[in-house]
């Protein structure tokens, strides 16, 4: 299947600073891309939807202006946490849809573990 | 988004066969029955997904209910990796572009050696 990857894999900052997280297609060319957001011992919550070349669109209750997305090429798609507070710590995952195939399939990156002191 | 209920957790022995079931008796004409699976500290792994006829593939085999109000995904013999959380999803497919994936609580399989 498609592979999608995730830069960092892991990041511990201090709070108050900004943390950018970057999304890859790796071998296919993504229109949308999705960002998650996963607790301990919780399933995923979807965040936001990520469309190249146009504004993300936010789920309810997420702050866009806390969470930045940026989707300038059909192969990446960046997350920054503005501001991260110790309760923005969590497991963030990427998914990239891969429209080549006659059905629509949605691949998933490895994540990325957060942790603001 | 249309619904789906599955069992919190299951349990199965090494080398054999787990019937791991899900239920949509709101899915629509269009929804797509889907199934991912996570394992501990991963992102979610695409396992199959089906509209009305019974899918095989590598990892699993899809038994869709005939009034499509439920499902089955069928593992032929679990393995100590198969262990994960199994997550059912439906999705809308004739809403191509705007429809996304919304994850339940899904069932954890705990494997057996």
């Known amino acids: 299947g498609a592979v999608v990857s995730q830069h960092p894999s892991w990041v511990i900052c201090k709070s108050g600073t900004s943390v950018k997280i970057e999304c890859r297609s790796l071998?296919?060319?993504?229109?949308?891309m999705f960002w998650y957001r996963q607790f301990p011992k919780q399933s995923l919550m979807l965040m936001a939807t990520?469309?190249?070349?146009?504004?993300?669109?936010?789920e309810q209750g997420v702050e866009k202006d806390k969470f930045l997305i940026n989707h300038a090429s059909l192969t990446l798609s960046t997350l920054t946490v503005t501001s991260a507070h110790p309760e923005d710590s969590s497991f963030y995952i990427c998914?990239?849809?891969?429209?080549?195939?006659?059905?629509?399939?949605?691949?998933f990156g490895p994540g990325t573990r957060l942790l603001v002191l | 988004d249309a619904k789906t209920t599955q069992p919190n957790s299951m349990e199965s022995n090494e080398e054999e066969p787990v019937h791991l079931p899900c239920n949509h008796s709101?899915?629509?004409?269009?929804?797509?029955i889907h199934w991912y699976r996570q394992l501990p500290s991963q992102g979610p792994e695409y396992v199959i997904h089906?509209?009305?006829s019974n899918v095989n593939n590598r990892m699993a085999s899809l038994a869709i209910a005939e009034d499509r109000k439920s499902s089955t995904l069928i593992l032929h013999r679990a393995t100590l990796r198969d262990a994960a959380v199994y997550y059912c999803?439906?999705?809308?497919?004739?809403?191509?572009?705007?429809?996304?994936?919304?994850f339940g609580t899904g069932t954890r399989l705990t494997v057996i050696p």
């Open positions: 998914s990239a849809r891969d429209l080549t195939g006659i059905q629509e399939t949605q691949y």
């Open positions: 071998d296919f060319q993504a229109t949308t």
């Open positions: 990520s469309n190249e070349g146009s504004k993300a669109t936010y």
């Open positions: 709101t899915i629509s004409g269009t929804d797509y």
């Open positions: 089906g509209l009305t």
């Open positions: 999803i439906l999705r809308d497919e004739g809403q191509t572009g705007a429809n996304n994936l919304f």
